[in-house]
Structures are given as C-alpha cells and as structure tokens.
C-alpha cells in the first residue's frame, strides 16, 4: 500500500510536472497551403534560422539574445513520417544550389528551444517544445464532403465543371460522364477510367494558365501514400435520372467508396491530425494568382475561403461535434515577396488581407487571432535601381534557373540578370475587377517578359542563413508570445 511518503512524493511530482508543463509548454504549429505554396522551403529556412541562430531583429527572443539554443529532437508521433530538414536543406545550400523537393503528404519535425524568460519571477532556463506539422493545404478542401452525402458532391461537381474556364478543361471526363449508366453493373475498369478522367480534370485547373484552385477531394491532387487505392477510384456520376441505388451497381460502388473516402481518410485526419493543431500559418501563392488574372483571384480567394471554414469554431457547427479545433492563431502568409520590389510588399499584404477577408472575419470571431504578412522564406534577388532614360527603374536582381526563358531568350542557371518586376496596384481592389489591372503582365518592360522567371537559390555566405523578407515577423507572431 502506499504510505502518507508516497502520496506525498507523488503529490509533488504532479505539482512539478504541472509546473513544468506550464513554464514548459508545447506547441503543435500547423503549416499548410495549396501545393507550391511554399510550405517546405518555410519549414527548411524557419528550422535554419532558429537552428543556427540567424539574424532575427523582429523575433524578439532571439534579437535580446535570450534563446540559448535549438535544436532538433524526436517527435512524438511514430506513425507520422519526419519532415526531412537535412535533405532539404542540403538541396538548397549544397553546390547545386536547387529547391527542394515539395510536400506530398503530412510529415512532421520536432523542435526544442531553450530560452531565458524575461518575466519578472522566472528563474533559470525554460523550453519551447515546437512540434511542426507540414500538411497539404488541398486536403482542408475535403472538410465539407463529411457532410455531404454522393448525390449532393456528385451534383455540385458537375455543376462547377460547367462553369467559367472550368468548361473548357472539362471535355475528355465530360465526355465519359455522358457515357456512365448508374444503374449499370458495377465495373472496375469503368470506374478507374472515371476516376483518372476526373482527376486529370481537376489537375488541369491547377495549370499555371488557370491557376484555379478550389474543388475537392483533395486526396485526388495530393494522395499522399494512398495513391491508386480503391478509396481514391471513384469519380461523380451524373444522377439527374437515376432511380434508386441498386446494390451491385456502377452507383452503389462509387457511393461506397465516397463513403471510404470520408470515413476512412478525411475524417481521421481532421480527427488525429489538425484538430490537435494550436497555431497555424497558410501560406498562398498570391503572386501566381495575380499573374493568372481576375479568375485565378477569385478562386484563389474561394480556395482560401473554403480551407478557412475548417478553422471555424462555433459551438453550433457540425463538425464542432466531430472534432474540436483549438486553434488560437492564424498567419496568413503570401509568399515569394522577392520577386517584387520592397515597395510592393505592404501592397500585396493588403491585396492577401482584401482576398481573406471574410475567413479572417470569422476566425477573428472565434477568438483565434489573426495576421497577414508578405514574405520571402529565402529570398533568391536583391534589390537595384536601374536607370533607363531619366527615369530609375527599381529593380530586383537574381539567377534564373537553368533553362528558364524569356521571349528568345534561354538562361543557363549561371549569369545574374536585372528584372523589373512590375508593381502591385495601391488599391487592392484593382486585382479583383479586373480594371486597369490584369495580372502582372501589362507592367512587362519594353515588352520582355519577365513574369514566370524562377531564380535559383542564392548562394550561401559561411555560417549565416538564408536571407528572407519578414520571416522574422511570421516567427514572432507565431511563437513569440511563449518565448516571453
Ligand atoms: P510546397 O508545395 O508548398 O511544399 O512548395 P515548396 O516549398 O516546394 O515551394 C515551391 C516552389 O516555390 C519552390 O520550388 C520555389 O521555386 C518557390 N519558392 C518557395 N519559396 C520561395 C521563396 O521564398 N522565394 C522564391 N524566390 N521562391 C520560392
């Protein structure tokens, strides 16, 4: 039995783990966004900066010299694969200097951060434990098909796909969907042809030309390890004459397998994964959007809108009862800001502020606090002003990765060339009509395209870190208050 000693002792150590947890607290930061959002090149550079101890004026605890040291530690998930921060980080900084490889599927990386708090009674050292969660931004998508049952997706699917210059991609599956008989016998082939179909026509808006971005399943863009599983093979079936659902037929298999899909994969991820999620940074490829046009804007801003609903925490909704999703801060980050001049970088804050408005509305309303930043993960330019005529061009300097063209024009990934990168407009609603602003593209000079150049990584001076535009900022927002 136990003696009054050992009730004691265990009395002090649960006071002394509780204190620990409080002076020692852990953070699970969610990082998302659209596929090429830039979510693995942040996660790289973040974990350097802090790792290494980089210049960070606007990251308080590091510019005060308080953080003794970071360093990376076993995560606390077996099953999650870990983020692979070496590798990617020697892809960049290694000789070849190139980007790295992009986020397929959730991945995870476990952060220690020893610090000394500036609060008046603490005493010794404290540690931030940062656990990391890289996650693709298309499987939030996937949030609202729980509660939608085959006939209401199948509808609504085909309802968008006949719209705008979703039409004109749609042909090849809308030409199979005419062919499908619901009531027909249920048939593998048939529905494997469908399922690629379909989703070659949901890969087909991602296109650079269309940039769209908003339809789930989300799985279909990013499978992750469950690519060619039968959860994944189902396609919408056009059920505008069909009668009931016979068992054994081409509708009752897709039925089920959108059944699977819900049960089996979104639900457990929203479950497991992102409702254990205290803070969270979506990142958006705004500029890709705004090089695109007016439509990519808008859908860009439904996308965002839509991955924004699953932050939503009302005691009414019904996902509330599902999960309950803890969230106390969102950043909304634009990123790439170094293929614009400074003088553009608070323009584009405002243009991501104007297109998240009404998500940051209600999670400002569900008590989570909200921010926007523009910022360069790694910055690849530099800046220069270029004289032509009487006129200084400001101007941004960089590689162009090899094979990289502009007009006859192919670089080689070795000469330095100066672009002028074009403004953003000052009234943020400029990109959303369409008026007097269509993209990047009526700002080329002298009729050079300069848009689409993607530069290389720039070279890495000895023992510093990437250079970057307002990482500092995110990181403060993010995680500052509990390294206070
Ligand atoms: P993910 O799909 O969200 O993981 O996207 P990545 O992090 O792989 O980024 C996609 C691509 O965007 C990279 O290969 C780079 O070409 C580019 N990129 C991302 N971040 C930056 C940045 O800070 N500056 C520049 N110039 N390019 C970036």
Not at 367 to 382: E, F, H, P, Q
Not at 407 to 416: I, K, L, R
Request: hydrophobic residues 45%; charged residues 25%; proline residues 6%.
């Amino acid at each position: 039995w136990m003696s009054v000693f050992d009730e004691a002792l265990i009395a002090a150590k649960s006071l002394a783990g509780f204190a620990a947890s409080s002076f020692n607290p852990t953070v699970r930061l969610g990082v998302t966004g659209l596929s090429r959002a830039g979510k693995t090149v942040f996660i790289t550079a973040l974990v350097q900066a802090l790792v290494e101890g980089g210049r960070l004026p606007v990251f308080r605890a590091q510019a005060e010299g308080r953080i003794a040291g970071s360093s990376l530690s076993p995560q606390p998930d077996d099953t999650v694969p870990r983020f692979d921060y070496e590798v990617h980080l020697a892809d960049l900084a290694g000789p070849a200097r190139r980007w790295p490889d992009s986020t397929r599927q959730i991945s995870e990386l476990r952060l220690v951060i020893d610090f000394q708090s500036n609060r008046r009674f603490a005493a010794g050292m404290s540690r931030l434990t940062l656990d990391i969660v890289d996650y693709p931004g298309e499987w939030l998508l996937d949030l609202p098909l729980l509660n939608m049952s085959y006939a209401e997706w199948s509808a609504q699917t085909i309802a968008a796909s006949r719209e705008g210059s979703r039409l004109a991609i749609a042909g090849p599956w809308h030409e199979m969907l005419a062919r499908l008989d619901p009531a027909a016998p249920e048939n593998e082939a048939l529905a494997r042809e469908a399922a690629a179909l379909f989703t070659a026509y949901l890969k087909a808006g991602r296109d650079e030309r269309f940039a769209l971005s908003t339809l789930p399943p989300g799985r279909f863009l990013l499978p992750g390890d469950l690519e060619g599983s039968p959860a994944l093979t189902f396609a919408p079936l056009d059920l505008s004459k069909a009668g009931d659902i016979r068992s054994g037929s081409l509708h009752a298999m897709m039925e089920r397998r959108f059944e699977a899909y819900k049960h089996k994969i979104v639900r457990p991820f929203f479950t497991h994964h992102f409702a254990r999620l205290d803070r969270q940074i979506v990142l958006v490829d705004a500029l890709s959007a705004l090089n695109a046009g007016p439509q990519a804007v808008h859908d860009l801003e439904t996308a965002l809108t839509s991955v924004l609903s699953a932050f939503r925490v009302g005691a009414n909704s019904w996902w509330s009862a599902i999960f309950r999703p803890r969230i106390q801060k969102i950043l909304f980050a634009a990123t790439k800001a170094d293929h614009l001049h400074h003088t553009s970088h608070d323009r584009l804050e405002a243009i991501l502020r104007k297109m998240a408005d009404g998500a940051i509305g209600r999670a400002a309303f569900s008590g989570a606090s909200v921010d926007v930043v523009a910022l360069a993960s790694i910055r690849a330019t530099r800046e220069a002003s270029v004289k032509q005529g009487r006129e200084n061009l400001p101007c941004i300097i960089g590689t162009p990765m090899a094979g990289e063209r502009s007009g006859d024009e192919v670089f080689d990934g070795e000469a330095e060339i100066a672009v002028f990168p074009g403004e953003l407009p000052e009234d943020p609603n400029a990109v959303f009509s369409g008026s007097g602003f269509n993209g990047l593209e009526n700002l080329r000079e002298g009729g050079v395209d300069y848009r689409f150049i993607r530069f290389r990584p720039p070279r890495l001076e000895d023992g510093q870190i990437f250079p970057h535009i307002r990482l500092d900022r995110a990181l403060e927002f993010l995680i500052g208050d509990k390294l206070a």
